[in-house]
């Protein structure tokens, strides 16, 4: 390690200690805790949006009713959103205790849980956001060959709202996305510290 607190690793890659180190962390955890707020409320209202949405159109005396819970991919969707939600809100609550105490993830198992975690929310949140999406292009487009109609004809009101869900839906998966590569990145920077401190670097 040089005087400035820089050293330099067998990649030729500067590595930064001391000072910046906490300076990079302090800004991790502080993007950390935005993102898993917005995620968490973008979760929340997309499930809300797509739980709430209902349209009624009567056809003769017959009334037909569209919810949420006529396609099965909608019904995952919300179910995810509502599970994301919940896991972000928990997350957060960790990530708020843990910048109060003014400490950092140092151990390795809970590291490793919260990069399962992400994990696991990113890819159900992106399963069901795109299942939902498929069965909503569906609802659009119709399927001439199969002879399934345009259900958005019909159901306009509905459609939109679901539209809307899913948008923000596509949102939450993106940012699940981005917090699993900054989860990751806690839980791997664990690993250099070894090197670091064994004076490797």
């Known amino acids: ?12 890659v500067a590595v930064y200690h001391g000072r ?19 995620m968490c409320g973008f979760a929340i209202l997309a499930a809300l949006l797509v739980g709430t949405d209902t349209q009624v159109k009567e056809i003769f005396t017959i009334r037909k009713e569209a919810k949420f819970t006529s396609m099965k991919a ?21 990530c708020v205790v843990s910048m109060i105490r003014g400490n950092v993830v140092f151990n390795k198992p809970l590291a490793w849980a919260i990069f399962s975690g992400d994990q696991v929310m990113a890819y159900l949140s992106l399963a069901a956001t795109a299942a939902a999406a498929q069965s909503a292009a569906l609802a659009k487009l119709g399927q001439t060959e199969l ?29 699940m996305i981005l917090l699993s590569a900054i ?18 670097c």
């Open 74 to 94: 909608l019904i995952m969707m919300v179910a995810v959103n509502g599970l994301v939600g919940a896991y972000s809100m928990g997350q957060v609550v960790r």
């Open 20 to 38: 910046k180190l906490n300076v990079i962390d302090r800004r991790v955890r502080i993007a950390e805790v935005v993102l898993r707020c917005v």
């Open 1 to 12: 390690m040089s005087y400035l607190g820089v050293g330099v690793s067998p990649g030729n």
């Open 183 to 200: 989860s990751a990145f806690s839980l791997f920077r664990l690993y250099g510290q070894n090197k670091i401190k064994s004076g490797r």
């Open 147 to 175: 002879q399934w109609m345009k259900i958005c004809d019909m159901y306009g009101k509905f459609c939109n709202q679901i539209g809307e869900g899913i948008a923000i839906a596509v949102l939450v998966s993106l940012s």
